[in-house]
């Protein structure tokens, strides 16, 4: 419900810090001291665009802002947590900052936010009924909203919605794969033949190092061998000039030599040839052991080939043949993913679409059910408020099975006709606004046990009519005021009375700015008064407010 609204500078309005109650609070004065300056106000707060104009004169900013406690409305918390603002002792602060320089600014409990979103989220709180501004009734949105919350429908209208939204989302993954499969055949085929490829090669691990070390080895063979072999000649052979022949010379010759300080290079020089003799004799053992072998040589070479021609196939090192093997398999792997998504997700929609139409012909029956229910009801409250020849028609307009919409399985649409042999007409297009009043004042009272919107605004719903009817209007909407808080202004007494709480608008003394005031029960009788007699009040004006007041208050007592 709204708890309070400040407004500093707008308009004719210096300043006000108003409390608003629980209840039916009428609001009421004279011609031309804006009555309905508030509700301006209110409704900038609810996302109106605002204009330069409506700044004070002499000003260069004004400000509103309007406090709701949403204890008992769990949309508008999860519309807050969604939109991640913080939320306090259930208390929501809605603020406009009008500026001449246009830097206009809105803020949701302290957070910058759009336009757009405090519309849509002050529609959670609050419903003001006037000439078609800031009325959720007149969209069809609220209209089909408010005949499934009548027809207790909610639930299954929500289910609708969600199926809808899966089938909508499978859909669009559907097209997604499905293009992307038909982009990726030629893929396919290309991926597929390099795999193939790849897989026929059927290269090991550690493979080509192996084969590059045995062809290396192979290749070289009669190079190391003859290198080998002629090592061995020059060590160790019968010829005089051979390493080991030589050295034995020296060896001979420092054996003459009988001289003790040379004995350790006679040892170090007999070490020498016979080590040199062991290298000889390895040499031998290497030469007759080395492998020589074409024909393996061969097969390496063929070996190497392959994988070196398919390695300059794909612009790679043959090194990274293996790698690129595991980037096609897991290429080829999401390609044929994606096939199987295509199955899964085919299934799945036809599943969804099946739930859809079932839980969307729950809901049609529903609705076809209700409907005429609130028509009868709202066309006797029409009746009663005067519009003898008014009635309402609630349009279910079936869609084609092409028309796969959210909101279930027909078009719903509020019609009013309000004269004889007129057809029905859409809200939006009741030239009246008093009718528009009285005609969204009957609809709200019949939904009131289920609609949503905890505040009620309702600006000169009394237009053209009076006496009888006046009184039927007033009792409605106090009536109304057991399942959601109302706020009224008016400009007949009959309407005033019934209230709960009066305030009452006029000008300051020595300005003409306007301010707003509570009125205590001798304060309404004098206001009721006025508005019964005109300009001057008399004790029978007073006397016949004061009865109203008390058969008023009877009245509600015994509701």
Known sequence: MLTQITITDLAIVDYLDLPLPDGMSVITGETGVGKSIMLDGLALTLGQRAEINQIASGKNTAEVSAEFDISKLPAARDWLIEKEISIQDNMVLLRRIIRSDGRNRAFINGSPTTLIELKSFGELLIDIHAQHEHQSLLKKPTQRKLLDEYCSAQKLADEVKLLHSHYQENRKQLREKLTASDENNDKLQLLTYQASEITELALEPGELESLEAEHNLLSRAEHHINNASLATELINSDAEKTIIGQLNQVNNLMDQIEDTTIENLRELLKDSIIQIEEVSKDLRRYVERYPVNPARLAEIELRLSQIHNIARKHKIQPRDLAALSETLAAQLKALEDNHEDIITLEQ??????????????????????????????VTKLLHKMGMNNSYLTVSLTPLQDSDFRS??????????????????????KIASGGELSRISLAIQVVTADTTAVPTLVFDEVDVGIGGGIASIVGSLLRDLSNSAQILCVTHLPQVAAQGEHHFKVSKSENSNHTEINLLCQNDRIEEIARMLGGVSITKRSIAHASEMLIESQAGSTSN
């Open 348 to 377: 799945e929609l036809k599943s969804l679409r099946l739930q859809y139409q079932e839980s969307a012909r729950l809901l049609s029956e529903l609705r076809t059910s209700k409907a005429p229910q609130l028509e009868a009801k």
């Open 407 to 428: 909101m279930g399985g027909e078009e719903i649409e509020f019609l009013v006709s309000t004269n004889p042999g007129q057809a029905p007409l859409p809200l939006n």
